[in-house]
């Protein structure tokens, strides 16, 4: 199974993608976490993590070059769940380029829809677990002990990204530059729309009943 996850920040890609790895047994490819894992003591450390603060998309061949060495090692020959990637027209003509190269096609992608006021909601309140990334949100999924995981009790952490200003970059370079995605993939016949709202759980077994259909 190959899946491409689409949505605004904060649609809860991360989350929907982790569940599907468990699914499906397939790993979860995040373009930010792999930007967010560039050791920041080198040249390009620095930059990438100045693009990232100001929500601007890094250059195209970094991700490119990433996700096309990502996709060939050998966990993910039963198939991958992209999370964050492609965040333009290049980048998705890039990695169907690579596909096709590799004889292999992607099965859904999956855009889970988001209002922009619900956006800014969800990013200022959420929160990651700094050592096994489990997410948790305030309002709609607190941890059991304030800004401590429930599974592992190590301590929580907010993104730097997730603050008011560089969230409404973020959505402005998303309607700009990956909105349009859907109608790439739209053209393709296998984009699924569903709704980011409700439960993670609803959210999960509404994607899994339209990836089943
Ligand atoms: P979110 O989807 O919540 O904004 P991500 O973790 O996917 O969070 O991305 C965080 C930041 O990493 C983006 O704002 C961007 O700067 C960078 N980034 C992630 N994926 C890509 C990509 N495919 N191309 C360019 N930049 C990216
Ligand atoms: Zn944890």
Known sequence: ???ILLGPPGAGKGTQAKMLKEKFQIPQISTGDILRAVDEDTELGVEVKKIMAAGQLVPDDMVVDAIKERIRQADCATGFILDGFPRNIAQAEKLSETLIDMSLAIDNVIDLELDPEEVVERLTGRSTCSNCGAMFHQVSRP????GVCD???SKLAQRSDDNIETI????KVYEESTAPLKEFYKKQGNLITVEAKGSVEEIFSHVCKMIER
């Open 151 to 153: 599974g592992c009790e």
């Open 168 to 171: 409404q970059k973020r959505l």
């Open 143 to 146: 941890p059991k002990v304030s």
């Open 1 to 3: 199974m190959r899946l």
